[in-house]
């Protein structure tokens, strides 16, 4: 708009120099003047319509922009309730931190703690594997030792079953001897009963010889009497 108001007070003074130049050629001059002024008033037309697009745009583009700023102050606003919220976040997260820390300190302590008690645990492991491998050598060794006894035993078996065997056969022998003897023993005492009654026999015939021979005259004749 200055732009368009500056242009008409130009002609306005053309035209007053005109008039006071007088009139000589105060036509022709008024009409180059007018000529020049229309051209002039065209441009201007012209520049005006494209300074009021622009203008239009220029509003149109304002009226967004604006919209944006309203848009982005809610969002700023949004932003720095999501900022407050973040911060409260933050130190609760900040104090979450320092007693994670805290715990991981105590951790890392148990940690090492753990680490001497299994290094410790491991030295026990080891003695102890090397005390079942020690064990383990002493149990075969024990057991070839039992395999070898049992053999022994399995074989003083044998000997006992047939010492065995042997000494019910020779009780067996024995008891038959023991009959044997009995019945010997039965002879024995029936042949010396016998022998007894042959002795008495013979004393009761030697008696009665010597008293058959004592009233012989000559006994001594006799071969039996002597």
């Known amino acids: 708009m200055s732009v368009l108001g500056g242009s008409i007070n130009a002609g306005l003074f053309v035209l007053v120099v005109l008039v006071v130049a007088g009139t000589?050629?105060?036509?022709?001059?008024?009409?180059?003047?007018a000529q020049e002024?229309?051209?002039e008033n065209d441009a201007l037309r012209s520049q005006n319509q494209n300074l009021a697009q622009q203008?239009?745009?220029t509003e149109t583009e304002l009226e967004e922009a604006r919209q944006r700023v309203d848009e982005l102050e809610r969002r700023l606003e949004t932003r720095t309730q999501d900022v407050d919220q973040v911060s409260?976040?933050?130190?609760?997260?900040?104090?979450?931190?320092d007693e994670t820390e805290r715990q991981l300190a105590n951790t890392r302590q148990q940690l090492s703690e753990s680490r001497d008690r299994i290094s410790e645990l491991e030295n026990r492991r080891d003695e102890l594997e090397s005390?079942?491998?020690s064990l383990?050598?002493?149990?075969?060794?024990?057991?070839?030792?039992?395999?070898?006894?049992?053999?022994?035993?399995?074989?003083?078996?044998?000997?006992?079953d047939q010492l065995e065997a042997d000494l019910n056969e020779r009780e067996?022998?024995?008891?038959?001897?023991?009959?044997?003897?009995?019945?010997?023993?039965?002879?024995?005492?029936?042949?010396?009963?016998?022998?007894e009654f042959w002795k008495d026999e013979a004393d009761r015939f030697e008696s009665?010889?010597?008293?058959l021979c004592s009233k012989l005259e000559n006994p001594s004749a006799y071969s039996e009497c002597n």
Do not use: F
């Open 24 to 33: 000589a050629g105060a036509t022709v001059l008024y009409q180059d003047s």
């Open 37 to 39: 002024i229309r051209q």
């Open 55 to 57: 203008l239009n745009e």
């Open 88 to 97: 409260t976040q933050l130190n609760r997260t900040q104090s979450q931190l």
């Open 131 to 133: 005390r079942v491998a």
């Open 136 to 160: 383990e050598n002493t149990n075969r060794n024990l057991r070839q030792q039992n395999q070898n006894l049992q053999q022994d035993v399995n074989r003083l078996e044998n000997d006992v």
């Open 172 to 195: 067996n022998r024995i008891d038959e001897l023991e009959n044997t003897i009995d019945q010997k023993n039965s002879k024995i005492s029936d042949l010396e009963d016998d022998v």
């Open 208 to 211: 009665d010889l010597n008293s």
